[in-house]
Protein backbone atom coordinates (compact mmCIF):
# COMPACT_ATOMS: atom_id res chain seq x y z
CA UNK A 1 0.00 0.00 0.00
CA UNK A 2 2.78 2.48 0.80
CA UNK A 3 4.21 1.90 -2.88
CA UNK A 4 1.12 3.27 -4.29
CA UNK A 5 1.57 6.29 -2.26
CA UNK A 6 5.00 6.91 -3.02
CA UNK A 7 3.85 6.61 -6.90
CA UNK A 8 1.42 8.83 -6.91
CA UNK A 9 3.78 11.61 -5.03
CA UNK A 10 6.20 10.98 -7.90
CA UNK A 11 3.36 11.84 -10.31
CA UNK A 12 2.56 14.58 -8.81
CA UNK A 13 6.26 15.56 -8.56
CA UNK A 14 6.68 14.48 -12.76
CA UNK A 15 3.09 16.74 -13.07
CA UNK A 16 4.39 19.75 -11.48
CA UNK A 17 8.02 19.44 -13.16
CA UNK A 18 6.20 19.12 -16.06
CA UNK A 19 4.16 22.68 -15.46
CA UNK A 20 7.27 24.08 -14.27
CA UNK A 21 9.09 23.14 -17.64
CA UNK A 22 6.64 24.36 -19.87
CA UNK A 23 6.72 27.76 -17.79
CA UNK A 24 10.72 27.70 -18.48
CA UNK A 25 10.03 26.89 -21.94
CA UNK A 26 8.01 29.65 -22.56
CA UNK A 27 10.26 32.40 -21.12
CA UNK A 28 13.54 30.90 -22.47
CA UNK A 29 12.68 32.37 -25.73
CA UNK A 30 14.97 35.99 -25.63
CA UNK A 31 12.25 38.00 -27.47
CA UNK A 32 9.51 36.66 -24.54
CA UNK A 33 11.69 37.45 -21.90
CA UNK A 34 12.28 41.18 -23.17
CA UNK A 35 8.40 41.21 -23.83
CA UNK A 36 7.92 40.08 -19.79
CA UNK A 37 10.76 42.17 -18.62
CA UNK A 38 8.99 45.44 -20.48
CA UNK A 39 6.17 44.65 -18.82
CA UNK A 40 7.48 44.35 -15.12
CA UNK A 41 7.88 48.22 -15.20
CA UNK A 42 3.61 48.83 -16.85
CA UNK A 43 1.52 48.02 -19.16
CA UNK A 44 2.55 49.21 -22.85
CA UNK A 45 0.91 48.95 -26.21
CA UNK A 46 2.57 46.79 -29.16
CA UNK A 47 4.32 49.59 -30.63
CA UNK A 48 5.93 50.38 -27.37
CA UNK A 49 6.80 46.27 -27.26
CA UNK A 50 8.22 46.63 -30.74
CA UNK A 51 10.51 49.49 -29.82
CA UNK A 52 11.90 48.14 -26.88
CA UNK A 53 11.67 44.49 -28.78
CA UNK A 54 13.50 45.02 -31.72
CA UNK A 55 11.30 42.57 -33.70
CA UNK A 56 8.75 42.66 -36.36
CA UNK A 57 4.66 42.90 -35.67
CA UNK A 58 4.10 39.61 -37.10
CA UNK A 59 6.64 38.04 -34.90
CA UNK A 60 5.69 39.65 -31.09
CA UNK A 61 2.40 39.21 -32.20
CA UNK A 62 2.94 35.45 -32.27
CA UNK A 63 5.05 36.08 -28.92
CA UNK A 64 2.14 38.02 -27.49
CA UNK A 65 -0.60 35.50 -28.33
CA UNK A 66 1.73 32.42 -26.50
CA UNK A 67 2.47 34.45 -23.54
CA UNK A 68 -1.32 35.44 -23.23
CA UNK A 69 -2.27 31.62 -24.45
CA UNK A 70 -0.66 30.62 -21.65
CA UNK A 71 -1.71 32.79 -18.64
CA UNK A 72 1.26 34.83 -18.46
CA UNK A 73 -0.17 38.33 -19.71
CA UNK A 74 -3.45 39.88 -20.23
CA UNK A 75 -4.69 42.65 -22.26
CA UNK A 76 -7.48 45.20 -22.63
CA UNK A 77 -8.58 47.32 -25.65
CA UNK A 78 -8.42 51.14 -25.33
CA UNK A 79 -10.36 52.41 -28.62
CA UNK A 80 -7.54 51.52 -30.94
CA UNK A 81 -4.69 50.76 -28.99
CA UNK A 82 -3.95 47.32 -27.28
CA UNK A 83 -2.73 47.68 -23.90
CA UNK A 84 -0.61 44.38 -22.15
CA UNK A 85 0.23 43.90 -18.60
CA UNK A 86 1.61 41.00 -16.72
CA UNK A 87 -1.79 38.36 -15.65
CA UNK A 88 -0.20 37.20 -12.19
CA UNK A 89 2.17 39.36 -10.23
CA UNK A 90 4.21 36.15 -9.28
CA UNK A 91 6.03 36.30 -12.60
CA UNK A 92 7.69 39.30 -11.75
CA UNK A 93 9.30 37.22 -8.56
CA UNK A 94 10.42 34.56 -10.53
CA UNK A 95 11.89 36.87 -12.97
CA UNK A 96 13.80 38.98 -10.10
CA UNK A 97 15.02 35.41 -8.95
CA UNK A 98 16.18 34.19 -12.16
CA UNK A 99 17.86 37.66 -12.71
CA UNK A 100 19.35 37.13 -8.89
CA UNK A 101 20.47 33.44 -9.84
CA UNK A 102 22.24 34.72 -13.39
CA UNK A 103 24.22 37.50 -11.27
CA UNK A 104 25.59 34.69 -8.66
CA UNK A 105 26.41 32.23 -11.53
CA UNK A 106 27.65 34.76 -13.93
CA UNK A 107 28.12 37.49 -11.83
CA UNK A 108 26.44 40.11 -14.28
CA UNK A 109 22.83 41.14 -14.87
CA UNK A 110 20.44 39.95 -17.66
Known amino acids: MNININVNKNISKLNDAKKI ?5 LLSSPVRLLIVCALLEKEKTVTELLQ ?3 TTIG ?3 QHLRRL ?4 ILTN ?3 ANKVYYSIKNKNVAK ?4 IKELCQ ?3 NNLI
Open 21 to 25: AKILN
Open 52 to 54: ETG
Open 59 to 61: NIS
Open 68 to 71: EDNG
Open 76 to 78: RKD
Open 94 to 97: FING
Open 104 to 106: KIH
